[in-house]
């Protein structure tokens, strides 16, 4: 897949050259343009209303852009016949539904009266029911299945039509995760025997893990196209669904979730003396309540480093299984003077980190709020942790994380 800028490939199945459509005043998409290379698995995401059905009745010529133009096969849309276009294009769309009381193979054999009269290669009904392991449905009344049941009736319809592109309008919509990962499996599958799939979806998530490029789409234009991890990054997702997003590894595999956009930034800045995964949720409730927030002294690779690494903060780290060295120390002392509060999380206290306590107390001469949670001296293995804190007047301790949020809130 590649923006139409690209040189033109004679192998490109669609191509939309500045396509813009209206209905009657409203403008649904604008300036569009990109192609779709034979053998393509693109995904389609955006927001509601972004445009994203629009463009799928555009390439399978439902609907033809009052502005520029779509190819397929390097030729106009609009110059096939629609005969021609349900062979080569078949659309599964959002929902389905029939008023008639038809057995599923008899849905099945409606996807072949494209191909009426014409040599067929494909698969018998038998078999590509066999095929999406649905067989068992054969003679079922196609009224009655369940939504991922119908979903797989109607994609076994268009895979009938022998298509050379299949276009999808959020198949997944109403399945269960189950239902989900089955479909997609056999998009997967159908798209390495050759097929081209266009698809909408609105699970980033499934994108991330199926789909090897994305169009984004945001109020009709295309804001972001290219390779799916390349595509689908924090800023992308915050600038298109406004939302915050936070991408992870784990397992050799690349997630997102999500958190409302950040309230009006806070002023406060808020350093977090934690570890050990003791930092990572109030790390993210911080930054959405809009703090800018800091972290140290935690090892490389901990729960708590990794997790402000994804949040993008500043953090003082030290190497994996390592205590504090003389420089780590120093670097979480330059985030504590740039912090107005220091807050200790309820992080074990070892000898590896204990002197964490040592930059608290320091932040505390300096004249900086300090925040701990209560019950240290039953998480200190050192035994020295009591007496670093006693001379120190100023400290408020709190019960726990939720409550010291509170406080955060109401503190002026
Ligand atoms: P998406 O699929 O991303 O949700 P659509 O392509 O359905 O977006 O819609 C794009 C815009 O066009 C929206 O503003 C929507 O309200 C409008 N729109 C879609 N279909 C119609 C229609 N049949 N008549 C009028 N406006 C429509």
Redesign the pocket.
């Known amino acids: 897949m590649s923006n139409s800028n690209a040189p033109d490939s004679p192998a490109a199945v669609i191509e939309v050259r500045n396509g813009s459509f209206s ?2 005043e ?1 403008p ?1 998409l604008r300036n569009v343009s990109f192609q779709v290379a034979r053998g393509d698995f693109v995904g389609i995401v ?10 799928l009745k555009i390439v399978d010529g439902i609907l033809t852009p009052q502005e520029g133009e779509s190819l397929l096969l390097g030729k106009p849309v609009r110059s096939y016949g629609r005969k021609y276009l349900a062979r080569e294009v078949a659309l599964v769309p959002q929902s389905f539904t029939l008023d008639f009381d038809f057995a599923v193979h008899e849905v099945v054999d409606m996807g072949r009266y494209a191909r009426k009269g014409l040599e067929t290669h494909g698969l018998s009904t038998d078999e590509l029911l066999e095929k999406l392991e649905i067989d068992a449905l054969k003679d079922r009344r196609f009224p009655e299945l369940s939504g991922g049941e119908k979903q797989m009736v109607v994609l076994a319809q268009a895979l009938a039509q022998e298509p050379s592109l299949l276009l999808l309008d959020e198949p997944a919509a109403h399945l269960d995760v189950s239902y989900q990962l089955r479909l997609f499996d056999w998009l997967k599958k159908l798209n390495n025997e050759g097929l081209t799939i266009v698809c ?1 979806l609105h699970d980033l998530n499934l994108a991330l893990l199926y789909f090897e490029s994305m169009l984004v ?1 945001s109020e ?1 234009k295309l804001f972001a196209s290219g390779p799916t991890e390349e595509v689908l990054t924090p800023e992308t997702i915050e600038a298109v669904y406004g939302v915050h997003a936070y991408l992870h590894r784990h397992a050799g595999r690349t997630f997102l979730t999500f958190s409302p956009r950040s309230r009006p930034t806070r002023k406060e800045k808020v350093h977090l003396l934690c570890g050990g995964g003791t930092g990572a949720h109030l790390m993210r409730e911080l930054v959405d309540l809009g703090y800018s927030v800091s972290v140290g002294v935690v090892n490389a690779m901990d729960t708590d480093e990794v997790t402000a690494r994804e949040l993008g903060l500043p953090i003082a780290a030290e190497a994996p299984f390592t205590p504090i060295t003389d420089e780590a120390y120093r670097e979480n002392m330059s985030l504590v003077e740039k912090a107005d509060l220091v807050l200790l999380t309820d992080v074990p206290l070892g000898a590896g980190n204990i002197r964490n306590l040592d930059s608290l107390r320091e932040a505390a001469v300096m004249g900086k709020d300090v925040w701990v949670l209560d019950g240290v001296a039953e998480r200190d293995f050192t035994g020295l942790a009591t007496g670093i804190l006693e001379g120190l007047v100023d400290v408020r301790y709190l019960r726990d994380t939720q409550t010291m949020l509170v406080d955060l809130g109401e503190r002026v």
């Open positions: 209905y009657g409203t649904a955006g927001p509601n209303g972004s445009g994203k059905s629009t463009l909408v789409f009709g």
